[in-house]
């Protein structure tokens, strides 16, 4: 075959699209050409324009070449074709400019780079997706050595990009060789059987901490050749929340069992209580005067115990209302003598007059709770907690620098600690989760940013004024009430013993023990008494001596029926007999006796003065 006819047949036979034009006309084209511009043959190509879908990209690529390219040398470039039909097609352009007898023309071959352009963007795609994944991906060859990590994966271990690859994937685990061996053949086998393994991973970083992934594994074949690709998630973060979570469950746990015991334990010293002072009325001996006297401080002590171990352990039940801050500051104090070590002394400096505050109470406590806690922690030899309140009017010029901080009349609540104080980089960062400026476990790497997050839930803000060498002193400030409300008398144990003058009153609780010895206490101050074991009983001995009973003391909890049940059953058929309610349980009964509008009731354990006074306030209540 003659060379020129095979060349001639080389290029009518090409896939390319081939063509020369001159002065934007055709002058040869090829069968591809011929297809793309729609055309049946050359004579409806020869000697036409090119159509404007062809002629416009054309044109660019000259304006784009800039000055004239030599005879015979090409240049190609990538253009999107947009045909008459709506499609469009990705091509490369290549040109190369010609010259025959004084008319310069170009020969242009258009390759057809659509479907190569879809592959490439789509590669450039998954390359995208792999490098900003959150999940780490690892790629290792039928060696177990790594050929490939994405940055996610870099950075979930500590290393640098690349500074991986080639190394044995065992680097990574936390396991010794040999387990490592035992580990990479159980997941072959594994992946032999399944298409996939899942699950935990013991890991090391880099600098040597300890964490877990939760890894997903598969099988790869690249080039004919076995890989193994693993995508894995740093469980870090959730194992922090389980273990809160964990947490919360056992405190729920706790209260649901405080909750379950205190008012058994509160009848228990409520008993005790009692007996106490009914001997200690009818004994002189000194001595025994003094063993009473230490009886029932430890009762009392051991009451307060109760009540505050119940407070925590339940979590917030009772809303916002007004509270008394000094109460909160010297209670959260004697929990801390009594439960931090020795080393650490406590001491509590509350001013006079403190304006009452509207808050959560059980919040508060866990706020303050929170703060001596880190105090503690920040004191592992020991050394100085102090506990302060006080009134503080800030305006303009005396806000300190701490978010969220402004004017305003404010009861401030201080924790100050003599440990080592926080540098400036450290104090910026206090607040935030997890944070702790000792080694102190995570357990309580919430504690400040929940202490802030409540001062903030009650319209008020935290300060902080640290130093290296010189403690840290944290410092809530409350919104205050300067107007103190005016407050309802309350029993108090230093009120005197008034007597009664033969008043009938009804002493409703099922421990046998506490009806026994209130029995006796108030017989003892002249009063006459009857005794029930529940609310059906008290209805009943009610009815028996309507125009008689003046007063009825009943427990809030207890069988068939419940103080508050027989509170209105009474009302209903002797509305003037006076209330007062006792409960084991503290505040949230307490709250419940108040929605029946009694207005004394007393947490058990309480003393004979305490009973007496109460009786004698509800017999000369004039409202």
Known sequence: MHVELAKVLLVENSPDPILVVSEERFVAINRAALKLFGLRNDAEAIGELLPPFFRDPLESVSRDLGSPLPRG????????????????????????????????????????????????????????ALKNMSEGMVVCDENHVITLTNPAFDRIFGYNENELTGKHIGVLNAFTRAETDDFLARIDAELSRLSSWSGEIPNRKKDGTAFCTFARIGRLEIGGRRHLVSFQEDLTGRKIVEARMLRNQ????????????????????????????????????????????????????????????????????????????????????ALCRQTFPRSVDVRVDVAADLWPIVADPVQLYQALLNLCLNARDSMPEGGLLTIGAANLRLDELSVPKAPDARAGTFVTLTVADTGAGLTPQMAAQVFQPFFSENSAPLDWGLG??????????????????????????????????????????????????????????????????????ATKTLQAFGYRVLVASDGAQAVSLCAQHLNQLQVMVTDMEMPIMDGASAIRAIRAIAPGVRIVATTGLDSRTKIGAEKLDVRICLNKPFSAEQLVNAVHTALHDKA
């Not at 010293?269 to 401080?297: C, D, F, Y």
């Not at 009392?300 to 209302?321: C, I, N, T």
């Not at 400040?448 to 400030?477: D, Q, T, W, Y």
């Open 448 to 517: 400040l940013s929940i202490a802030n997050g409540i001062v903030k839930n009650h319209g008020g803000f935290l300060s902080l004024r640290s130093g290296p060498g010189h403690g840290s002193e944290f410092k809530l400030h409350l919104p205050a009430e300067e107007i103190r409300r005016p407050s309802r008398p309350v029993p108090s144990a230093v009120s005197g013993f008034p007597r009664g003058n033969d008043e009938l009153i009804l002493i409703v609780d099922d421990e046998s023990a506490i009806r026994t010895i």
């Open 250 to 333: 056992r405190m729920d746990a706790i209260g649901a069992l405080a909750g379950g015991i205190a008012h058994d334990l509160n009848n228990a010293l409520a008993a005790v209580m009692l007996s106490t002072h009914l001997v200690q009325m009818n004994t002189t001996e000194p001595t025994s005067l003094r063993m009473l006297g230490l009886i029932a401080e430890s009762t009392r002590r051991s009451a307060d115990l109760v009540k505050q171990v119940l407070a925590f352990s339940r979590g917030p039940e009772d809303g916002r209302g007004t509270v008394q801050v000094e109460r909160v500051a010297r209670e959260v104090g």
């Open 73 to 128: 040398q090409g240049a190609t470039v990538g253009r999107r074709l947009h045909r008459p039909d709506g499609t469009s097609i990705e091509v490369e352009l290549t040109c190369v400019p010609l010259s025959s007898e004084g008319k310069s023309g170009m020969l242009v071959v258009a390759r057809d780079v659509t479907e190569r352009t879809r592959r490439d963007a789509l590669v450039r795609l998954q390359a995208d």
